[in-house]
């Protein structure tokens, strides 16, 4: 596929077999097609190769690369500049032509046009055979026209002889039209629009880029024990039934339940949960979470493609089939261009020859009219914005995949945020210290910082960042799920769950949606230590910047309805949603969509689905590489008040394009009149090289 009309086009055709429903993505060169019970594949496919185009049955977990057709074009590109920077210099610069100046160029071009430029030319004609024009087709009849006429005036005209030079008047019929060359037309716009799909294949390069991420999440081996003997073996050799050995800091390999052991696992990556979870005998664990410490000993229940990270890969692979392609406007408009250029030019040499004009004047007339209505400015309207749009968003932390995802932005009336590492740092920290009747608030927390220091666990590791100089601690003991104690300044401390009657004045001031952790010492409770994952200085300013352009922020999260309430609180969203598992992050922002376009922010492998389904995805730059690479924009920075940015950048280079492309074929209808008669020389053919950014009258103007 050559651009988004294609997809659209083969999308119709799928659409007309019975019982069929299909969404053809450009992007990632994939169809989702749904079929009825019994319907051969090769049917789907035997409808897509008579549309023009190839498929194949796709494996989702592989997706394809598009390497190849990338570095094709990158050749294309450059033998393309390579060959019309010189053409285009002496066409337009009289003092340069020396004797076979002429010979030269039209050799160069010939490359550029017919290599070159066969991408534009195979899709013209795959669109011509069903009826249909899009702006391939344009630049397929503009370039050939221009070569054409180049030819004819080399060949059998006056512009092969030696020493000829093309001066520039705006004295009109100063020319002898059958010394007209327009080879710099044909190379220079083949160039540009070469230039503009390269562009856009760099964001294609991205295609399936989101599942490989999702699947470098996983673990790469794992310790299996076979006869009671562990062996190292790669994570898909693993079967239903195994039991597998998973210490502290190595990915779980795969669902299971434990059988062995304690530890804190952080499941953060998929669920969203801030606060390590605590595992034991008989639990379920997650395929690609992280064992924080603790050595477990787990049976694998689900492998493959069952477990829940091959579901989310899953998801993904259908959002992003799924989403919305946006049509490229020029596409839309040159469907009405084409046809209009082609009665005009052929009402042309119709009139001219009727009121007794030499042939020859006559058919320079009417391919005038197809030189001129080849907007060179196409190639470059939305290049050039983008170009120009996503420089701008990279001095911003702001990174745009694509147009598509500037035109969605314009419709956009909700703005879910993730909670974890979007709306806050995603990293435990230090909050309150809550002393019992009698106790030092700063003695409770050094003795509890002090046992804590032999603890690996977020927590622990957020109450000791509090202390600058830990006091000293002996016969530390971790006991999973319970907590850990010690020796420190002569007193046996515990800190972690109540081991006996919490006071009434700190049983109290425990506050919700906070993680609290109980100290003692000398068998009695001293108080609580209280922290969370704290909120991002920015987020409430970011918050209040999205409601002046008009969105509602709603909080999506994973975690519990307390502590995502308390976020919410805090920053200024009203609507939140909690406690939704990774595989149904999607679906709700599905059901969201139904009310109007929906952006999703997040930065974890959980929110990869979710971001692919949205409107608009954007990922946090400091997350996972699934949620970036299943995003539309990345804010590289990790500041929440880039999301309301990221809209006005993206708003703003959108109504760039559609100026641009209003502009260049403004210019081109206002230059057509000029050679169908409407003034009275047939050698007024202005240069569509220049025309298309100021039309004038004049022989090589």
């Excluded at 030319?121 to 024009?133: D, I, K, L, S």
């Excluded at 039991?243 to 059988?259: L, M, S, Y």
């Excluded at 959002?319 to 946006?326: L, T, V």
Aim: net charge negative.
């Amino acid at each position: 596929m050559t651009c988004a009309s294609c997809a659209a086009r083969i999308e119709r055709k799928l659409g007309k077999l019975d019982g069929v429903t299909a969404t053809v993505n450009y992007a990632t060169e994939q169809a989702h097609v749904e079929y009825p019970d019994g319907m051969p594949l090769q049917d789907l496919i035997d409808v897509v190769e008579k549309t023009g185009y190839t498929a194949a049955v796709a494996a989702p977990e592989e997706p394809a690369e598009t390497d190849e057709g990338r570095d094709r074009l990158g050749a294309r590109l450059t033998i393309a500049a390579a060959a019309s920077v010189p053409v285009v210099v002496v066409s337009m610069i009289p003092s340069l032509q020396f004797d076979y100046w002429q010979w030269i160029a039209f050799a160069l071009t010939t490359v550029v046009v017919f290599w070159c430029g066969y991408p534009f030319h195979r899709a013209a004609a795959v669109t011509a055979r069903h009826g249909m024009a899009t702006m391939d087709t344009l630049v397929s009849l503009g370039t050939l026209a221009a070569y054409g006429w180049s030819t004819w005036a080399l060949v059998f005209g006056t512009a092969g002889r030696i020493g000829m030079t093309h001066a520039f008047t705006f004295r009109p019929g100063a020319h002898d039209p059958s010394g007209q060359i327009y080879l710099e037309v044909a190379a220079g716009v083949t160039t540009f629009l070469l230039a503009g799909r390269y562009a856009e294949s760099r964001a294609k390069r991205r295609s399936g880029a989101a599942l490989r991420a999702l699947l470098e999440v996983g673990a790469k081996d794992v310790s299996v024990l076979r006869d009671g003997v562990e062996q190292r073996i790669p994570v898909s050799a693993l079967r239903v039934g195994d039991e597998f050995v998973v210490r502290p800091g190595e990915k779980i390999a795969t669902d299971g339940q434990v059988v062995r052991g304690r530890a804190a696992v952080d499941t953060s990556m998929l669920t969203g949960e801030s606060v390590p979870v605590e595992v034991g005998e008989g639990d379920t664990v997650v395929g690609g979470t992280l064992d924080n410490d603790g050595l477990l000993t787990v049976r694998a229940d689900r492998v493959g493609s069952d477990t829940r990270l091959a579901h989310i890969a899953k998801l993904v692979t259908e959002a992003q089939s799924g989403k919305a392609h946006a049509q490229r406007l020029a596409d839309r408009v040159s469907a009405v261009f084409v046809p209009v250029v082609l009665t005009v030019a052929a009402a042309t040499l119709t009139v001219w020859l009727l009121l007794g004009h030499q042939a020859t004047e006559a058919f320079t007339a009417a391919v005038a009219v197809l030189i001129v209505a080849c907007p060179c400015a196409l190639g470059l309207a939305t290049p050039t914005a983008l170009l120009v749009g996503t420089g701008r968003g990279a001095q911003m932390g702001i990174l745009i995949k694509g147009p598509e995802v500037l035109e969605q932005t314009r419709r956009i009336e909700t703005v879910v945020l993730d909670k974890t590492g979007t709306v806050t740092t995603g990293r435990m920290e230090f909050e309150d210290v809550i002393a019992a009747r009698g106790e030092d608030r700063d003695r409770v927390l050094a003795l509890a910082a002090a046992v804590e220091s032999g603890s690996e666990h977020p927590v622990a590791q957020a109450i000791v960042r509090a202390v600058p100089a830990p006091l000293t601690v002996t016969g530390f003991v971790n006991r999973p799920g319970v907590g850990v104690e010690g020796v420190v300044d002569g007193h046996d401390v515990r800190v972690g769950r109540a081991q006996g009657a919490v006071p009434a004045e700190v049983q109290s001031r425990l506050p919700d949606g906070r993680t609290s952790v109980i100290v003692s010492w000398d068998g009695r409770v001293r108080g609580a230590l209280v922290v969370a994952d704290a909120v991002k200085p920015t987020s409430a300013e970011a918050i209040r910047e999205i409601r002046g352009l008009g969105m509602t922020p709603v909080l999506l999260t994973g975690d519990s309805e307390a502590v995502a309430t308390a976020v919410a609180r805090e920053v200024g969203i009203d609507r939140v949603i909690a406690e939704v598992l990774p595989d149904r992050k999607a679906a709700t922002i599905a059901r969201l969509r139904e009310d109007g376009a929906v952006a999703m922010v997040g930065d974890g492998v959980n929110d990869a689905a979710a971001l692919a389904t949205a409107d608009v995805g954007i990922a946090m730059g400091t997350g996972t590489d699934a949620a970036i690479e299943a995003s539309d924009l990345t804010l590289v920075r990790g500041d929440l008040r880039s999301v309301p940015d990221a809209i006005r950048l993206s708003r703003r280079t959108l109504a760039t394009i559609k100026g641009n492309l209003f502009w260049a074929f403004a210019y081109n209808v206002a230059a057509i009149p000029l050679p169908t008669g409407a003034t009275a020389a047939a050698s007024l053919t202005p240069s569509p090289t220049i025309a298309t950014a100021r039309p004038r009258a004049g022989g090589r103007s």
